[in-house]
């Protein structure tokens, strides 16, 4: 079990908006920032958001990111069919002194 | 280009050890924190340990504190993990990571292609 909560699964049509949730709690979320990947089948992770809201060069601006207390949210807007892949929140947590990551969410675009 | 280039997977006992390197290019090494983070087949993602830019401090999972040692030469611009006693549970796919900043966030801009360990008799 994940010390970060994610929905197993999310969906949406091409041109839709989604947001994928992930919960944590104060010792991680809530006194740190979070990080957000994408993962195609077969590849490494790639960085789409770091620090709560940041975008990396060459992200679209379709992604974005919010946080809100121990929680924290990933929008997809304009939603394409090469964005379908399993997305994961990170963060590091004081508690454990170390990093967490979410359970991950598969993307389907229907 | 900025890259890293995993080497040292493969097959190995129960109980057995082995030391995965990443090479590092494009970038000055030092100045960045660095992460390994394994998937277990099907799995989701894990983060494993990390270590700051000059190796001063180093963070581990409960899941291999003990087991496991991370390191860098920055001379060389390379990272490495020790992994000791093995268990099948640590088979995954390994990745390194470089931070975006000299500290330990979780926010990780570069990655390599990974390195396979399979512990199995």
């Known amino acids: 079990q994940s010390v970060l909560t994610q929905p197993p699964s999310a969906s949406g049509t091409p041109g839709q908006r989604v947001t994928i949730s992930c919960s944590g709690s104060s010792s991680n979320i809530g006194s740190n920032t979070v990080n957000w990947y994408q993962q195609l089948p077969g590849t490494a992770p790639k960085l789409l958001i770091y620090s709560n809201n940041q975008r990396p060069s060459g992200v679209p601006d379709r992604f974005s990111g919010s946080k809100s207390g121990t929680s924290a949210s990933l929008a997809i807007s304009g939603l394409q069919s ?19 990551f979410g359970g991950g969410t598969k993307l389907t675009v229907l | 280009e900025v890259q890293l280039l995993e080497s040292g997977g493969g097959l190995v006992q129960p109980g057995g050890s082995l030391r995965l390197s990443c090479a590092a290019s494009g970038f000055t090494f030092s100045s960045y924190a660095m992460s390994w983070v394994r998937q277990a087949p099907g799995k989701g993602l894990e983060w494993v340990s990390a270590i700051s830019g000059s190796g001063g401090s180093t963070y581990y999972a409960d899941s291999v504190k003990g087991r496991f040692t991370i390191s860098r030469d920055n001379s060389k611009n ?44």
Request: hydrophobic residues 35%.
């Open chain 1, 82 to 100: 090469e964005d379908e892949a399993d997305y994961y929140c990170a963060a590091w947590d004081d508690s454990l002194n170390g990093g967490v």
């Open chain 2, 78 to 121: 390379t990272l490495y993990l020790q992994m000791n006693s093995l268990r099948a549970e640590d088979t995954a796919v390994y990745y390194c990571a470089k931070e975006n900043y000299d500290f330990c966030h979780l926010g990780m801009d570069v990655w390599g292609q990974g390195t396979t360990v399979t512990v199995s008799s």
